[in-house]
């Protein structure tokens, strides 16, 4: 699958605000700075359509995409940034809650994790939520680049094994060099259209 237009529909901090139309919804979720953002702008072709930034926790809202007038690609607040109290924390994760329990076209979430690092324990929860109530997703290891290629294999297997998931559930990725791009448009294509 190529993504053929790409467009920003709206953001969302408010649980009324969930959108809920007959579009297929893919998500992506995972730790500030892990490279979200920039994911979607590597699938999409374009730089600035979601926005990115050194700065972790820039993404504080549900950012909703329409792809090829198709499907719709969500950007979700990272989490587990140093600097946000408890508060925000608490804040988090009741919209992540409200969006992932009342998106009734949500087919996958990806779960992106960084390659070099162990998985936090708020992936594991993140996990841990989607799992009890058997919500689909896989798990995207990240900045890939920054690894030798003849080691990214075994840090997908370390990942996995941390995060006690089959190996095939761990897909690696660039976005700065494309690593693993074809792979995500062709898993997307199978979810969008199965
Ligand atoms: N080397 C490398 N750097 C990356 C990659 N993806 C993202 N980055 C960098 O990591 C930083 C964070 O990227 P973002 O895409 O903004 O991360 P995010 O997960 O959207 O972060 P929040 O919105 O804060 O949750 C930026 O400085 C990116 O340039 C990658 O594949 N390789
Ligand atoms: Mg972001």
Redesign the pocket.
Known sequence: MKFTSAKYLTSVVEESKILKDDMVELAFV??????????I??LVGQKNL??????????KMINYFLINENFKIV?L??YG?AKTGQKHIANWAGLMEKYLLNSPNLRTVFV?VDCRHKPSELDKMMLDFLNSYQIPYVVIA?????LAKSKIPQACTAISKELQIRRELIMP????NGFGKEKLLEYIESVVEG
């Open positions: 995972g730790r500030s700075n892990v490279g979200k953002s920039s994911l702008n590597a979601a926005k990115t930034s050194s700065t972790p926790g820039l993404t950007d607040p990272g940034y992106l990240t900045k890939v680049d920054k990725f660039s976005s700065e």
